[in-house]
């Protein structure tokens, strides 16, 4: 008695698969629906199934290492670029399983049954699992550890609450989004129609970018990694977040300072396959880097290069450097690196880039560095402080210095010269010597 | 403990034959240490603590 019905939409109509209109370019998504059906206990619902749309077609959103879901539609191969949506039918799947779902689906680059996401679940509790009731956190752990994804997450209710200031969600859900990996938010929900306490997750893969934002402008905007130091993140510019709510639909706009620090209790920043650690961790450490090397640069380049000095006096003297960090494999910055031109159209070496190619780590954060003057109208960069990806960052200075790969600044390169001098670092020339565009999954 | 495996000194190894007296150094002393330190440990502790949380979500 349940049933399924496959609706796709279309950007014109056609009477049969072989009219010109019927090609990929022309279709909007489709969706899945499927009736449960159960006599016995008076059960009978439709849901969305799956769903894949392609988002709101605006300059201004992004989705960092898109992907597309081939479907058949009318016969043919269709391919359709989008994020997995799903909706939640409290008998084998709540919020939190579809959430996963249209994650993991992107991430691991195959769709995943809910009966694997809860046999995985049933595993990790020793209670009785009511897949319909939800997940818990250390059941959505297990999940993710399941399918070897890592990740990081944090429960606010578990700390001080000036832990929600000195390390917002939205650092978490902008470093999990921006390299493609995406992330969760589990938020209690209050309002007028909410009778009893209850939670809800939902899946953010995107970002809107507002070039004219003001907030970045004003002091509002400056991140504090401890007193008197830190940084503009480079997510002031994203006034909103693209996300799945399973119960009002696909690719939705939800403001980043929408959902209040106080209503979120968890946030988890999943990682790219390869990286280790976090990305709020990687800016911290490339702040330090940036900083310490900034009050070295050799005098001659320093007094002889007008970007190199207006990156120092934005950091040193008026504390406006914009920090952007990234995840991605070498050769992802390997080709960065090949196709990038400076304002004088001068390339980087080509001697240089071999030797990074044969000895970059395989994953990486690139922490691209930038100022306010640069970074939202015309998309570039100073720089960039690169760091290892691949293993476990721990707090000590030397886990940090051995994770530090390399610092771009314009005309130079610094590279840490040995393990046991820590302060010494050699300077080779870049034939980069201005501003470059910045990297784009 | 994972073993980190330090690629800079590789690489600055390999610029430097490349480049010869090309290549200069400089001593940096890393600063705000405590700061970075507390605030990366901050992250990672609360990674920890969260694998005894017990939010449930539905």
């Known amino acids: 008695m349940g049933g399924l019905q496959k609706i796709s939409f279309w950007t014109s109509s056609f009477e049969h698969p072989s009219h010109e209109a019927c090609q990929a370019k022309n279709c909007i998504g489709y969706a899945i629906l499927k009736r449960d059906c159960i006599p016995s206990i008076g059960f009978d619902r439709w849901h969305v199934f799956e769903a894949v749309f392609r988002k709101y077609a605006h300059r201004h959103n992004c989705v960092p290492a898109p992907i597309v879901h081939e479907v058949m539609l009318s016969g043919l191969s269709i391919g359709i670029p989008g994020i997995l949506y799903a909706q939640q039918n409290e008998l084998n799947k709540a919020c939190a399983q579809v959430a996963l779902r249209s994650l993991l689906s992107r991430l691991i680059g195959r769709d995943i049954a809910y009966d694997e996401i809860n046999s995985v679940a049933q595993n990790s509790v020793a209670a009785q699992f009511v897949p319909g009731k939800g997940l818990d956190a250390q059941q959505i752990q297990a999940v993710l550890k399941h399918f070897d994804v890592a990740y990081r997450d944090y429960e606010y209710t578990q700390h001080k609450k000036e832990y929600r200031t000195l390390h917002p969600y939205q650092k978490f859900v902008y470093a999990g989004v921006e390299s493609g990996a995406g992330a969760l938010v589990g938020f209690h929900l209050a309002g007028r129609a909410v009778v009893s306490p209850r939670r809800h997750i939902i899946p953010f893969y995107g970002h809107t970018f507002n070039k004219d934002t003001w907030a970045p402008e004003a002091d509002l905007a400056y991140f504090h990694v401890g007193e008197g130091f830190g940084f503009i993140p480079s997510e002031n510019w994203t006034s909103s977040f693209l996300g799945h709510d399973d119960n009002f639909g696909p690719n939705f706009c939800v403001p980043r300072l929408y959902i209040p620090a106080d209503d979120v209790d968890y946030v988890v920043e999943l990682l790219r396959p390869g990286i280790r650690y976090s990305g709020a961790s990687a800016e911290a450490c490339a702040l330090q880097f940036l900083d310490s090397v900034l009050g070295h640069v050799p005098s001659n380049l320093m007094n002889n290069n007008v970007w190199l000095s207006r990156l120092a006096h934005a950091h040193l003297d008026v504390h406006e450097i914009v920090l952007r960090a990234v995840a991605m494999g070498r050769h992802t910055y390997i080709d960065h690196l090949r196709a990038i031109r400076d304002w004088d159209r001068h390339r980087e070496s080509k001697r240089i880039i071999d030797i990074l190619e044969g000895l970059l780590p395989s994953t990486l954060w690139v922490v691209e560095v930038s100022i306010p003057q640069l970074f939202p109208g015309n998309e570039r960069k100073l720089g960039e402080i690169v760091l290892d990806g691949s293993t476990k960052l721990t707090p000590s200075l030397h886990s940090r210095r051995r994770h530090f790969v390399l610092a771009r600044l314009p005309e130079a390169y610094y590279f840490a010269r040995s393990p046991a001098s820590h302060e010494e670092f050699l300077v080779v020339r870049s034939r980069l010597s201005s501003h470059v565009p910045v990297v784009s999954l | ?58």
């Open chain 2, 1 to 58: 403990m994972e073993r980190v495996t330090f690629k800079s000194p590789a690489i600055a190894k390999a610029m430097e034959k490349a480049y010869g007296n090309a290549a200069k150094t400089v001593r940096i002393q890393m600063r705000h240490e405590r700061d970075v330190r507390n605030y990366v440990k901050r992250i990672e502790d609360g990674h920890k603590k969260a694998a005894s949380s017990h939010l449930h979500f539905d």
